[in-house]
């Protein structure tokens, strides 16, 4: 049998040009502002000691997303306040299996909001392509249960 050409033909509802500008571009503010919004939320909570699960679960994306693009070079000083916030927030899960009470000590708030502030330059100082590939090889990292990997169920 003889090779065929296997065109990629785009659908009309997709421009292609317009879609490898969105890639390469910074993320917009409209969908930066929703997680900005949750990402706070989920702060404010954990320092008023309201929080629930999801919360927590936000602010250890934030901190394993903002960890991996430091060790990636996307501003490699967050990595000692990542260290801080990933043992405030074992801290905080084992709180909670004890008092059902979520919430951060003085100390991980103080290192919460410092990776945040640092997480939130990473991902407005690069592409939105970039940023995606970076919470993809987060995810697969802990998929992978990578060695720095600590599960906490």
């Known amino acids: 049998m003889r090779k065929q050409c296997r065109r990629k033909i785009w659908s009309t509802q997709i421009n292609p040009i317009a879609h490898a500008i969105a890639g390469a571009a910074?993320?917009?503010?409209?969908s930066l502002d929703k997680l900005r919004l949750c990402e706070l939320a989920a702060i404010?909570?954990?320092?008023?000691?309201m929080g629930s699960v999801e919360d927590w679960r936000w602010l250890a994306d934030v901190v394993n997303i903002s960890e991996t693009?430091?060790?990636?070079?996307?501003?490699?000083?967050v990595l000692p306040y990542c260290k801080e916030a990933q043992e405030a927030l074992l801290?905080?899960?084992?709180?909670?299996?004890k008092t059902k009470?979520?919430?951060l000590s003085g100390l991980g708030i103080k290192a919460i909001k410092n990776v945040w502030e640092f997480h939130d330059l990473q991902r407005t100082s690069i592409a939105?392509?970039?940023?995606e590939k970076m919470i993809k090889k987060t995810a697969d990292y802990?998929?992978?249960?990578?060695k720095d990997v600590v599960e906490v169920t």
């Open 26 to 30: 910074v993320a917009d503010g409209k």
């Open 44 to 49: 404010d909570a954990m320092t008023k000691g």
């Open 69 to 77: 693009m430091g060790k990636n070079g996307i501003g490699p000083e």
């Open 91 to 97: 801290q905080a899960a084992q709180r909670y299996e």
């Open 101 to 103: 009470v979520m919430g």
């Open 128 to 131: 939105r392509s970039e940023y």
């Open 142 to 146: 802990i998929r992978s249960h990578g």
